[in-house]
């Protein structure tokens, strides 16, 4: 049995704890919060401390979840490493590039997994996409976004969040995660432009951005994220990946709203549109919800630990969806294209 500590306990460190809680691999040893959090009942016979390190170094857990804010993660990460724990890590894997490398370099140098919280790699409708897309040939187009009309407490999600990491590259990793998947060549360089549309944020920090992505196979992508009761709700969740021979496209009922955290993983309708044949509808109405997908996103980190998976490739990539990221928000602030 993996005994876990759970640090952060916001809408994905609960979700992870619950996976743990309802699998017999793991056994959940502690949690951790700054504040007492109002949990599902399940969770809510653990202890929970608000000091990390006190917590790691009492409890010695197999594994520890990294679900706090994106500023944490690194240090959280290696210093689980260094107390001799595998790790699961939220997206993004950090705030700077850096910060990424030294995480990838302390899994080098102590041996343990790290396995980085990129959900939809554990959704069959976005592995099928994926498939489908890459069936067709390239050099493709992504066109793909998130847009969040936020308000009251998601609102208050989305500002907390902002404090350390704008909206492009916090959900932007695993859409650019998705274009290099299909792509599976070299980023080459990106463009981004920003706005801040609200007064309740920093000075510095952008509420809506959008960036493009240019690849050495001919590839590019583009991805726009906005959070904040000002967002628009049309076509806010837009994912298209287009070649020469045809397009994938994921179509959302006209019900789906922007904010609900189901509507960012669930599909509905897959269309695979090709120029020879026409278009082929795949019904998703059976896909798993976020808290189904969370559960497979443990299972696979259960295999990894326990069938010792090499996931060298896994973290590279990790890494190489935050840099792009990265690069796009250095973008937005520079006003000039970045070379990566």
Not at 26 to 46: A, H, K
Not at 69 to 75: C, G
Not at 262 to 277: C, E, I, Q
Request: hydrophobic share 40%; proline share 5%; aromatic share 8%.
């Amino acid at each position: 049995m993996i005994r876990v500590l759970v640090a952060g306990l916001g809408n994905m460190g609960r979700s992870h704890a619950l996976a743990y809680h309802h699998n017999p691999a793991f056994q959940i040893v502690g949690l951790v919060n700054r504040s007492v959090p109002d949990l599902p009942t399940e969770l809510q016979g653990y202890s929970i401390s608000a000091d990390y390190y006190e917590a790691l170094a009492r409890l010695k857990p197999d594994l520890v979840c990294v679900a706090t804010y994106s500023d944490s993660h690194a240090d959280y990460a290696c210093a689980a490493m260094d107390a001799g724990a595998d790790v699961f890590v939220e997206k993004p894997l950090a705030t700077t590039v850096a910060d990424a490398l030294r995480v990838q370099a302390k899994a080098l140098e102590t041996g343990r997994r790290v396995v980085v919280g990129y959900i939809l790699r554990h959704h069959p409708s976005w592995i099928r996409l994926i498939a489908e897309a890459r069936a067709l040939g390239g050099p493709y187009v992504f066109r793909l976004n998130l847009n969040q009309q936020s308000s009251g407490p998601t609102w208050d999600v989305h500002k907390a969040l902002m404090q350390t990491t704008p909206p492009i590259v916090d959900c932007g990793v695993h859409y650019v995660d998705v274009m290099c998947q299909i792509t599976d060549s070299k980023p080459l360089e990106v463009r981004g432009m920003g706005l801040r549309l609200s007064h309740e944020i920093a000075p510095d920090m952008y509420n809506y951005g959008h960036f493009q992505v240019l690849f050495d196979d001919g590839s590019l992508g583009w991805y726009e994220a906005g959070w904040g009761p000002m967002m628009s709700d049309t076509a806010f969740f837009v994912k298209d990946v287009i070649s020469p021979n045809g397009a994938v496209s994921i179509r959302m009922p006209e019900s789906a709203r922007s904010d609900d955290i189901d509507t960012h993983t669930k599909t509905s309708l897959l269309r695979v549109h090709k120029v020879a044949t026409g278009d082929t509808d795949i019904s998703m109405a059976d896909e798993p919800g976020h808290q189904q997908l969370c559960d497979r996103e443990q299972a696979f980190v259960a295999r990894a630990i326990t069938e010792k998976l090499d996931l060298t490739r896994h973290i590279q990539d990790a890494v190489q969806s935050l840099a792009i990221c990265l690069a796009a928000d250095q973008s937005v602030r520079s006003g000039k294209p970045v070379i990566l």
